[in-house]
């Protein structure tokens, strides 16, 4: 389908697919994955950049899908939730928020595991307090925090095994 005169063609690689979308220029990236991918595990909690529901990787590094605009996506590669794990096999931090109880109602969930997986890739200090600011950006309605941060350092802390194995 060509472009009408108010879209705009980009062409971007969503949790290894590659996609070409036309998109009207004001299109939030959280909006492309939702309504034109369907990609629904990306949730719209605030829609103002506070709450971190929207958590995405884009070219590897962490960006709120809500503030984000598709058109500046051309090019990139985009990670999701559903690109992190599968029914059959999990990654290992959703594996760890599901032994610590890491979400209640799991709406901030896919937001809090896309910024933890971030969080262990970045220069954080080895401690819990680090593990709170690294997350800062992420609300928890419930307040499952504490099991959060376990979820985080027991992944963290196996990689650092594994490293030094």
Known sequence: MAASAHQ??????????????????RTTLLDLLRETLDLT???????HGQCGACTVHVNGKRVLACLTLAALCDG???????????????????????????FQCGY??????MSALAALEEPW??????????MS??????GAYPNIVAAVQEVRKSAEGGRNA
């Open 108 to 113: 901030c969930t896919s937001g809090q595991i």
């Open 8 to 25: 705009l063609r980009i062409d971007l690689t969503v949790n290894g697919t590659v996609h070409g979308i036309d998109i009207d220029p």
């Open 125 to 134: 200090g080895p401690d819990d307090a680090a593990i709170k600011e690294a």
């Open 76 to 102: 990139a590669d985009v990670r999701t939730i559903e690109g992190v794990g599968t029914p059959e096999k999990l990654h290992p931090l959703q594996d760890a928020f599901i032994a610590h109880d890491g």
């Open 41 to 47: 595990g990306t949730k719209k909690g605030c829609n």
């Open 137 to 142: 950006g992420n609300i928890c309605r419930c």
